[in-house]
């Protein structure tokens, strides 16, 4: 789960970044509406945490620019703001979820998974390929009931190419949702990534194929 955290509060930034990056997920920060635009306009997320009271223009300024533009990537709105006004307007703006601070980080985490599983039309935690299992709350995946030894990045390729069964991507779309842009990476290290990827799906009815001069393409070899 790619994440952008827009939030001017350094010190929380940096544990929220902490937090997740604990967790697996890869998340950048930015302090102000006029970044994220700016990381908006060249770059995908699954899922926003946006702060309200931002310098200069206001996160209730962003989400209404990106519900204009038609963008629906979900947004978890993280504010001091308590009052019922300001999550009513939150929500009016186009939020799709509101949490008060001070916060619990589970359920913080719990929340972004629950707007992630939403964004791809799921209920539960766990998406099922033929015999392989993943869980987006444990991080882990099984083949017919054996935990696979995957490390972090193996689990962040995994879960793309789960959301992306039978669609190509290129090294580029890869690199955009694994590496946050304060990582260097080169091309022959997603190769190195999907080579161990593909030994420990070895015995899955997933298969990664690669489509010569295009990508690499997951599908479900029933």
């Known amino acids: 789960m790619r994440m952008l955290l827009i939030e001017d509060n350094e010190s929380l930034a940096d544990s929220i970044r902490i937090y997740f990056r604990n967790l697996g997920h890869p998340i950048d920060w930015i302090d102000s509406v006029e970044k994220a635009e700016t990381s908006l306009s060249f770059d995908d997320f699954d899922l926003l945490i946006l702060d309200i009271n931002l310098p200069g223009k206001s996160g209730f300024q962003l989400l209404q620019s990106l519900r204009n533009q038609g963008n629906r990537v979900p947004v978890l709105v ?21 949490l008060a601070k001070p916060f619990d980080f589970r359920e913080l985490a719990a929340r972004c998974r629950a707007l992630y599983r939403r964004g791809r039309g799921g209920a539960s935690n766990e998406i099922r390929c033929g015999n392989l299992v993943y869980n987006l709350a444990s991080h882990s995946a099984k083949i017919s009931d054996i935990t696979l030894d995957l490390r972090p990045r193996e689990l962040q390729l ?14 580029d779309d890869i690199s955009n949702r694994l590496y946050r842009y304060d990582e260097a990476y080169t091309p022959n290290a997603i190769e190195q990534t999907l080579t161990r990827l593909r030994k420990q799906l070895d015995g899955s009815t997933l298969i990664i194929k690669t489509i010569r001069g295009l990508g690499y393409l997951a599908h479900v070899d029933d």
């Open 158 to 171: 995994l879960e793309l190419f789960l959301k992306n069964i039978d669609r190509v991507l290129n090294k």
């Open 78 to 98: 993280l504010t001091a703001r308590t009052e019922v006004d300001d999550r009513v307007s939150s929500l009016d703006f186009g939020a799709d979820d509101y």
